[in-house]
């Protein structure tokens, strides 16, 4: 597995997450109903087809922040690793999560709407979606992914 520098990953965060961050985000009272969350791409660091929405704080910076996916359905991130641990919560949809570096569908247990996971830096772990499925992660930044498997980052094929 090849680690990708941090000054690389703050640049594609910054890049691909730039105007996510609402311009409250870091107000002590911050309020969103559904309809204020402001969809965009996703992070160039995950494959094309997703849409994200930085809730509070920002995913490219030193700090506390909760950043909505939303996954389409067939939607596949291969084996990858986070740097720091991350608190997901699944709010709509079912998500597949799977651990390990090899992906495997059938060996995922499917988590719906409501549920929740916690995952240690390093671990290794894919996801699909099995539906139109909305996930918000909560953790520190700067954020970061990994691939297991090299060929596996979109951003090497851009």
Same mark, same amino acid.
């Given at each position: 597995?090849?680690?990708?520098?941090?000054?690389?990953?703050?640049?594609?965060?910054?890049?691909?997450? !730039?105007?996510?961050?609402?311009?409250?985000?870091?107000?002590?009272? %911050?309020?969103? &109903?559904?309809?204020? /969350?402001?969809?965009?791409?996703?992070?160039?660091?995950?494959? +094309?087809? !997703?849409q994200?929405?930085?809730? =509070?704080?920002?995913?490219?910076?030193?700090?506390?922040?909760? *950043? $909505?996916? +939303? *996954? #389409?359905?067939?939607?596949?991130i291969? #084996?990858?690793t986070? #740097? $720091?641990?991350?608190?997901?919560? /699944?709010?709509?949809?079912?998500? $597949?999560?799977?651990?390990?570096? &090899?992906?495997?569908?059938?060996? %995922?247990? #499917?988590l719906?709407?409501?549920?929740?996971?916690?995952?240690?830096?390093?671990?290794?772990? =894919?996801?699909?979606?099995?539906?139109?499925?909305?996930?918000?992660?909560?953790? %520190?930044?700067p954020?970061?992914?990994?691939?297991?498997?090299?060929?596996?980052?979109? $951003?090497?094929?851009?």
């Amino acid at each position: 597995m090849k680690t990708i520098s941090s000054a690389l990953i703050s640049a594609a965060l910054l890049s691909g997450l !730039a105007g996510l961050a609402p311009a409250s985000a870091m107000d002590a009272h %911050t309020v969103l &109903t559904p309809g204020d /969350v402001k969809w965009g791409p996703g992070p160039a660091s995950i494959p +094309k087809g !997703a849409q994200a929405a930085a809730v =509070y704080g920002d995913p490219g910076k030193e700090g506390l922040f909760a *950043l $909505r996916l +939303k *996954l #389409p359905k067939g939607y596949h991130i291969p #084996p990858h690793t986070h #740097p $720091r641990p991350e608190l997901v919560t /699944v709010l709509s949809g079912t998500l $597949r999560l799977g651990e390990g570096a &090899t992906a495997d569908q059938g060996k %995922t247990k #499917p988590l719906p709407a409501g549920s929740f996971f916690a995952m240690s830096p390093g671990m290794q772990h =894919y996801v699909y979606a099995d539906e139109e499925t909305v996930l918000q992660l909560n953790t %520190t930044g700067p954020w970061g992914l990994t691939y297991v498997n090299e060929k596996d980052d979109p $951003r090497k094929t851009q």
